[in-house]
């Protein structure tokens, strides 16, 4: 009689799906509003990011409840810590996005979420001050438990009203976008390449300044100034970083770390849709439709090549069990 072994924990990366997804979800949102369409694409993402959220932290609660291995050890990990930070940002991206059906739920999602980010970012940055990290350890994932946390807090917070901790939030989300930038760019210029698995954490580094600049937008109003060209002009030199670093990604064998390019290019797109509706120079709406359906085709590909990701790998599970109860490990004879 065999025993099963013990699962390990769910890689904490697979939550970045419910984070593209309201990515996602965002920009088709702001785009209908801004063309005109109906929000039903929209809204049908926004459930679709719910129940992905929903369901990946009961999976990987249940999971984690059956693993031997501990959630603390699991979010000290170097590699996988950081993103552990997606739960509750998703949470305040949904409150807003609950906020305008059920006014007090979303109010008390996105407050809660912002709690939570909270506590676990001081957590995390007295561990990262034990002197127990490496250089080498860091990626673009960093980014999340205080730039991410701190920029979507302050969009989230602003579309529910609460404008006081929406400046708090963009506070310590610009704050740390420089200095964890700062440390990044040291480890990546004087460090080996980031390992395959974690090169597409290279995209998130575009995120923070659209990320700040839709947060801006959503305090301030869609006025024009020195801050708004600032982090525009910052977004522009993030994009071009990224554009040659195509080649990079192309070299990459597909996995569930690609969702690592979902948010922070949907976050671009959105921002962009902004601009031209700020702007609105010639032909904007055409140029609106095809940012809109270039983001769309990214994240719906990387969402059906994860979905035979997933076949593929049940089918080879269930080869190798049946593998081994076609063939068990002979038992030991006892010895005279």
Do not use: C
């Not at 140029?287 to 994240?299: F, M, N």
């Amino acid at each position: 009689m065999t025993s099963l072994a013990t699962p390990t924990r769910i890689p904490l990366n697979t939550l970045a799906i419910p984070f593209g997804l309201s990515g996602l979800a965002a920009v088709w949102t702001g785009a209908s509003s801004d063309l005109g369409w109906p929000a039903a694409i929209a809204d049908a993402l926004w459930v679709l990011a719910a129940i992905s959220w929903v369901w990946l932290i009961v999976a990987h609660s249940v999971r984690g409840a059956r693993s031997a291995d501990s959630l603390a050890g699991q979010l000290r990990h170097p590699a996988q810590g950081p993103i552990a930070a997606l739960v509750p940002i998703v949470g305040m991206l949904l409150g807003a996005t609950l906020y305008r059906l059920i006014p007090v739920a979303g109010v008390v999602l996105v407050v809660a979420s912002i709690v939570a980010a909270a506590l676990f970012a001081g957590w995390l940055l007295t561990f990262w001050t034990s002197g127990s990290l490496q250089a080498d350890s860091m990626h673009g994932g960093y980014f999340l438990p205080t730039v991410a946390a701190g920029l979507v807090a302050a969009t989230t917070a602003a579309e529910v009203g609460l404008t006081a901790l929406a400046i708090g939030a963009f506070a310590v989300g610009i704050l740390f976008w420089v200095a964890i930038f700062a440390a990044l760019m040291v480890r990546l210029a004087t460090r080996p390449a980031l390992p395959a698995p974690l090169t597409p954490t290279l995209a998130i580094i575009v995120a923070p300044p659209a990320v700040a600049g839709t947060a801006w937008f959503a305090i301030g109003g869609a006025q024009v100034g020195p801050v708004e060209y600032a982090l525009a002009g910052l977004t522009v030199v993030m994009v071009l970083m990224q554009v040659f670093l195509i080649p990079r990604y192309r070299a990459l064998r597909f996995s569930l770390g690609f969702w690592s390019f979902t948010f922070p290019f949907a976050a671009v797109s959105g921002y962009a849709i902004e601009w031209l509706v700020i702007l609105r120079p010639f032909g904007w709406q055409g140029l609106a439709i095809a940012i809109l359906a270039g983001i769309t085709v990214l994240i719906a590909t990387i969402g059906i090549k994860s979905i035979r990701l997933y076949f593929a790998g049940s089918r080879q599970t269930h080869a190798a069990i049946a593998t081994a109860a076609q063939n068990p490990a002979p038992t030991l004879a006892p010895s005279n």
